[in-house]
């Protein structure tokens, strides 16, 4: 199985501020790669796919990067609404396989 | 708007059976491959299984193979899991999702229905 590791576990941020999480995958996954944002108490959501494609809907001030192994989120001016928990995932092969989640509080 | 509305979960004894269902509107429910995904309490997100457009196709994890069945009926545009022999392990929020193709991101989900194995 692919594996996904994903950075920091936990995050505080001001308002305003800019954000960065980290995924590492444990091999190539040419850039399938998907993030989404769940709420508390809320299903997830998708955000960015294909690594770096913006779901509709999602505002501009998040983007996402990477290749091959080493895959990022970016939050631009962090904004109240997106406190939630991240979570990377890998769709290059079976079984998809979800980063532990990133879970971003406001400072 | 796209809309998916699980239901079946609850309490349910280790060794029993369990179906869960997902009624799907507001989109062509054949033109996408279907999915559950689960989430145990305070945990991550763990795929389950998957199944093609016609049904012809389904993928499993290794933890529910041989257990877990996944179906679809397209005419009554609704995504179906069989639960067998369930274990105190697969106490999660199962979610359904849908897939454009076989290895694709999940585009939607519904708002979960809970499923509790315990004695």
């Known amino acids: 199985d692919i594996r996904m590791t994903q950075s920091p576990a936990s995050l505080s941020a001001s308002l305003g501020e800019t954000v960065n999480i980290e995924c590492l995958a444990s091999e190539d996954i040419y850039s399938d790669l998907a993030w989404y944002q769940q709420k508390p108490g809320k299903s997830p959501q998708l955000l960015i796919y294909?690594?770096?494609s913006l779901q509709n809907g999602v505002p501009s001030r998040f983007s996402g990067s990477g290749s091959g192994t080493q895959y990022s989120l970016k939050i631009n001016s962090l904004q109240s609404e997106d406190v939630a928990t991240y979570f990377c995932?890998?769709?290059?092969?079976?079984?998809?396989?979800f980063g532990a989640g990133t879970k971003l509080e406001l400072k | 708007e796209v809309q998916l509305v699980e239901s079946g979960g609850g309490l349910v004894q280790p060794g029993r059976s369990l179906k869960l269902s997902c009624a799907a509107s507001g989109f062509t429910f054949s033109d996408y491959y279907m999915a559950w995904v689960r989430q145990a309490p305070t945990k991550g997100l763990e795929w389950v299984a998957s199944i093609s457009y016609d049904g012809g196709s389904t993928y499993y994890r290794d933890s529910v193979k041989g257990r877990f069945t996944i179906s679809r009926d397209n005419a009554k545009s609704s995504l179906y899991l069989q639960m067998d022999s369930l274990r105190s392990e697969d106490t999660a929020t199962y979610y359904c999702t849908t897939l454009k193709y076989r290895y694709n991101p999940f585009a939607y989900w519904g708002q979960g229905t809970l499923v509790t194995v315990s004695s």
């Open positions: 995932q890998q769709y290059n092969n079976y079984p998809y396989t």
């Open positions: 294909n690594a770096n």
